[in-house]
């Protein structure tokens, strides 16, 4: 699977940017990016060992990214990263497969910071396609009853968990599920705001796991309603060696399992939507049509003008005067 | 009428902050003047990260990207104004418009500002040097923008439109060297008029034409503020390099002139629209004066002065809605701003 990277973050010379972005992401891409995750305050929360975890698709790609308070500083404030993977949307199923495993193993697979070397004078650049190895995961969920109610539900609720280990399992079980007929898209360690900002955008997602939320269950996608509960599962205590959220993603214990068949990736029509019609069947602007009305119409010869008759416009005149016609 | 407000300065200048500190001031209301915005979610998306800063004592996090939000300016229950607030992120001056979509907008919103409100922090004005200042403070991308979108007069336009208000906030005053604010910061003055001696050598160049109009187009004033009130935060690392000096606050915030800048750009807008209004009733009155020369023409063209009449007093009517609401806005900020040029 080919996948490109991605690291969002400042220095102390350079404003936050994009150092290194995907060949095909453009700025307006990197703007709904950081203006959404703009909306979240407390980045200290988020830590490298358990950040913020973010799946979509947007322009040319879909992304799997983390957000996390990087510990260094700018004039006191705490400096965030956003960093992670991104796929060409023609291998967005084989990516929706892979992304369990990658969740799980994030520390290695997500962290794009530790290959740019010294921040300060890294020079934003483009980055190179590379081959990710790939692999599926099976997530242990203790009972899968909520992914049977979700698989049905899914068009019209959302599932919701909280962002806890617990809450990531939930999370990472439904996205290992082989039943759904698309891929789920998910925002793990947000808030509202983040959420409405990615909306403006265009970007939906399926299972959201809030900062502030204690309770997992489902919500209404029109309403936010609560239409449903779920049990987080509890995590073994020795795996959480501080407090949730600061635990390790590893306390999933995820098995790695390999693709049970290839897939081959899938040519999609060009961002947009449907394919390009053949230029003849192209519909035409109203300039277009104009002109070509125009070039079809056949240009009569202006007659000639007769050349000027001092008596005739007199007569003409005598006419007016008198109101006769001729 | 929407006024477009576009805040913008170098990174770390204390942006945020400062609006933070603003729409929590004007949220409740200061002398008379209130802030609502569009919705209640704009309004709770500026105070969750104010009351983070209050209470957990915390710098809210630097900002990435932009953002725009519309709000509407009371006074005493009645309005004055909404106005579109633009906020950015530090970098986006410092990056060429293609590289970044924040600068490509940026150099777009300047142009279609009404008025601009610029963000710089004082502490590093007086304690670094001022040619590292300038570049700290971005003063000179700040020159180069202003003066590619709204300097040039065949840019900007030879008419009342073509001006633009420029407020100069002083952050971080509260930590200044005592010095610095000695004689009422008349140190900071003058060495931030040094540091922003392009913005500074343009509007006073405009001042000393002699056209009617022309030297009135750029009103510019500066003001020291602070978001968190005199011996509140202490600095906990001197600036050095690319770095900023960085504070730990100490005791509760408490704002100080923080609403002045905004006042001022905003009433000062709000008296262009009524110098355009002005300059209306007076062409208006010259054409009502040829027209009635003589009886003949009069009798003639009595329909047309009819209408050129009764527009001028619905202009005239206007412009007497418009003077207290200036009155209110202007006359406070005003009285506090210190002139760009001296």
Request: glycine residues 6%.
């Amino acid at each position: 699977m080919q996948v490109e990277a991605f690291l969002f973050t400042r220095s102390q010379r350079r404003d936050f940017t994009a150092f290194v972005r995907p060949a095909g992401m453009s700025n307006r891409d990197v703007s709904v990016i950081a203006s959404a995750l703009n909306n979240v305050n407390d980045v200290e929360r988020l830590t490298r060992a358990f950040p913020a975890l973010y799946g979509f698709p947007l322009g040319e790609y879909v992304y799997l990214l983390r957000h996390y308070d990087s510990r260094r500083r700018h004039a006191g404030r705490a400096i965030s990263v956003v960093e992670g993977i991104a796929v060409r949307a023609t291998w967005a199923r084989h990516f929706a497969l892979a992304v369990p495993y990658l969740i799980a193993h994030q520390a290695e697979a997500l962290d794009i910071a530790s290959s740019v070397g010294d921040l300060e004078l890294f020079a934003p650049t483009l980055s190179a396609a590379y081959e990710l190895p790939e692999h599926a995961a099976e997530i242990a969920v203790p009972d899968t009853a909520y992914l049977d109610d979700f698989v049905a539900r899914r068009l019209e609720d959302r599932l919701i968990v909280p962002f806890t280990s617990g809450g990531l399992i939930l999370m990472t079980g439904a996205l290992a599920e082989r039943r759904f007929l698309s891929p789920l898209y998910f925002a793990f360690g947000t808030n509202r705001d983040v959420i409405a900002a990615f909306a403006d955008a265009g970007v939906s997602f399926d299972v959201i796991g809030f900062v502030n939320a204690e309770g997992a269950g489902f919500r209404s996608r029109e309403t936010g309603e609560k239409t449903g509960e779920i049990a987080v599962p509890v995590v073994e205590p020795e795996s959480e060696s501080a407090p949730q959220p600061a635990a390790d993603l590893t306390a999933m214990r995820p098995r790695a399992v390999p693709l049970r068949a290839p897939i081959p990736p899938r040519d999609l029509p060009p961002a947009g939507g449907a394919a390009d019609v053949p230029e003849s069947e192209r519909l035409l602007t109203m300039r277009e049509a104009r002109r070509q009305m125009r070039a079809l119409q056949p240009v009569e010869p202006e007659p000639p003008r007769p050349a000027f008759d001092p008596f005739a416009a007199l007569r003409r005149l005598l006419r007016l005067i008198v109101g006769r016609r001729e | 009428m929407t006024l477009k407000v576009t805040l913008f300065g170098g990174t770390g200048q204390g942006k945020t902050c400062y609006t933070l500190a603003l729409l929590y001031m004007m949220a409740t209301g200061i002398e008379g003047l209130r802030i609502e915005a569009q919705d209640a979610d704009t309004a709770t998306k500026y105070l969750n990260p104010w009351r983070d800063f209050v209470i957990g004592r915390k710098w809210p996090a630097p900002t990435m990207g932009r953002r725009e939000d519309v709000f509407t300016l009371y006074y005493e229950d009645q309005v004055i104004t909404e106005f579109r607030w633009v906020d950015y992120q530090g970098g986006a001056i410092n990056v060429p418009a293609d590289e970044s979509d924040e600068a490509a907008q940026l150099h777009a919103d300047i142009q279609e500002s009404n008025a601009v409100i610029i963000v710089a922090d004082a502490y590093t004005i007086a304690t670094r040097a001022a040619i590292e200042a300038e570049m700290l403070t971005s003063s000179t991308y700040i020159y180069n923008l202003l003066n590619n979108y709204k300097f040039k007069p065949n840019l900007a336009g030879e008419g009342i439109g073509g001006g633009i208000t420029i407020a100069l906030v002083l952050t971080k005053a509260d930590a200044l060297p005592e010095e610095y604010k000695a004689d009422n910061y008349d140190k900071l003055f003058q060495k931030t008029r040094q540091v922003f001696r392009g913005v500074v050598d343009f509007v006073e160049k405009e001042r000393r034409k002699t056209s009617s109009l022309r030297p009135w187009l750029y009103p510019s004033a500066m003001l020291p503020v602070s978001i968190v009130g005199d011996g509140r935060a202490q600095v906990t690392a001197e600036g050095e390099g690319y770095a900023l000096a960085s504070f730990e606050l100490v005791a509760a915030p408490e704002p100080v002139d923080v609403h002045y800048p905004f006042l001022y750009a905003i009433g000062n807008e709000l008296d262009r629209t009524a110098l355009t209004l002005e300059e209306r009733v007076d062409d208006l009155e010259k054409r009502l004066e040829k027209m009635s020369r003589n009886v003949l023409k009069r009798i003639l063209r009595g329909r047309s002065i009819r209408e050129l009449h009764a527009e001028r007093q619905q202009v005239a009517a206007r412009l007497r809605e418009l003077e207290p609401q200036i009155q209110a806005v202007a006359g406070v900020a005003n009285k506090k701003m210190r002139p760009l040029v001296p």
